[in-house]
């Protein structure tokens, strides 16, 4: 039933980045092209900033997903409905805190931006951006968190990539008709409010949710623990624009904010490929299977291991000139910037091999033991991005950023190694060496092997990225084949068995539709 539903989540949550990929890249150029860098800049930057309540969420997903994986599992009602309870009411109180926050920012934010915008039209798009952020909070962050710790991510990924694609409709057709950027943010934030009345009524049905007033009241455990590593994390992820807020100006917010949401799209192509392994852990954990988790891991760490030698050497190759083609027409900023590319790629690197330790370490419910790592994290890249941005500018940020995720991908790995699974973390950095080799091989092969092929269309680059795509795949197979022979068998038997269970389950049910025809 696991890996079922890790299928089906997975399954989901690809089809969900497909159509999140499209509208991330079309809706930003077409605001830019229609309202301009500096209003671009303004939306990311104010979405950072409303961004920042999420730290009074004091961890609580975390801790809630991890107090629900051990009910779940036994299907105890009453206590699965007594840790929603809990844990909506404290996101209602997180409403009422963001609501006060919003209040400060309305009055406070547009005055360091007011050289650019009046009053007026910041605050207002403060506002509207803030609207989906509340009913999230208020109506549906509990049950989303159930429906995630129950492995049933797949139910908000398809809900979540129709709103997309609605949303994707009207933000399209209200731009394109001439209305203001106000009135586009209004209609997509009531898109996606649909999110949380959906699924706050389909859990409360599926699950036969009993009321607050009828279950025990519950305490969940290390929320002060989690609390720390939740703001730690948000300082830590939202660092970079608020600095280029205060410090620099709206269009090179605006020249960030491209290049990080490309680079968070490669990112979400290898999260959502291994999406829900973290409620998979959790499961195994609450029944003490602990030479499954370590079997999973092995597995996991060769996956994450080729997917980001091909996907992220591509990523670096390919950066640029498709910047060049995606802001053709573009002229209020400087948006080709090489060495910022390679700083984005290479943080989003080092984020995505930490993925398979730290979901291990949330799964367990291991907050108090590693908020130490978290708040290192937070502050040696603050430290570092003040020093570097006033030597290297934005790329300074970046490369603050990565020095940051670097330090505790380690202490992820280690604690794993040591605390969890007993195992040597010569393993994590034979895997990192070998994963470092294979990128080196792959970009020395490409400037060999394609110098002087131009990418000055989409067609054309498509050619490239199919060629480079290829190529890096074949040379990571051949070493990881060369130098992990066994785990890489390991892998393709695991896999094969899977599509066929998957093919028989297929053929079963036409099957059973058949007979029941005849009958």
Known sequence: MRTKKYFYNSLTSVLLYIVTLGCGLIIPRLIIRTYGSATNGLISSIGQFLGYIAIAQAGMGAVSRAALYKPLSEKNTEAISSIVASTESFFRKISIAFLLYLLALVVVYPLFINKDFDWLFTASLILVISFSIFSEYFFGMAYALL????????????????????????????????????????????????????????????????????????????????????????????????????????????????????????????????????????????????????????????????????????????????????????????????????????????????????????????????????????????????????????????????????????????????????RSLLLFFKRCLVTAGTIAVILLMNNSLLPEMRADSYYAWCVRAVLVFCGSTVITVIINFLLYRKDMMSLIKFLNHKIKQTADRVKHRKEENKVHDTV
């Open 147 to 422: 429906l995630q710790a129950d492995q049933s991510l797949y139910i908000t990924n398809i809900l979540q990539t129709v709103l997309y694609a609605l949303n994707f409709v009207v933000v399209y057709t209200l731009i394109k008709q001439g209305f203001s950027i106000q009135i586009v943010k209004v209609a997509s934030a009531a898109v996606f409010c649909v999110r949380p009345v959906f699924i706050r009524y389909y859990v409360r049905k599926k699950y036969r949710i009993l009321p607050a007033d009828k279950v025990p009241k519950t305490e969940l455990k290390q929320k002060g623990a989690a609390f720390g590593q939740h703001m730690a994390y948000y300082l830590y992820f939202n660092t970079d624009i608020a600095l280029l807020t205060l410090f620099s100006t709206l269009s090179e917010v605006s020249v960030y904010s491209v290049y990080n949401s490309i680079a968070v799209i490669l990112q979400s192509v290898i999260t959502q490929i291994t999406a829900g392994i973290e409620p998979v852990y959790g499961d195994m954990i609450a029944k003490g299977e602990y030479e499954n988790i370590a079997a999973t891991l092995r597995k996991f760490e060769l996956i994450m291991a080729i997917l980001v030698s091909v996907i992220m050497t591509t990523a670096v190759i390919m950066f640029v000139p498709f910047v060049k083609l995606y802001m053709s027409g573009v002229s209020d900023a400087n948006y080709i910037r090489y060495s910022l590319a390679a700083a984005m790629v290479c943080t989003q690197l080092v984020y995505c091999i930490r993925l398979p330790y730290a979901w291990i370490v949330t799964a367990a419910g291991h907050f108090a033991q590693t908020q130490v790592a978290a708040y290192a994290e937070a502050a040696m890249n603050i430290v570092l991005s003040l020093v570097l941005m006033h030597f290297m500018g934005t790329v300074g940020l970046v490369i603050a950023t990565a020095a940051a995720t670097l330090m505790r991908t380690i202490y992820f790995a280690n604690y794993v190694s040591t605390k969890i699974l007993k």
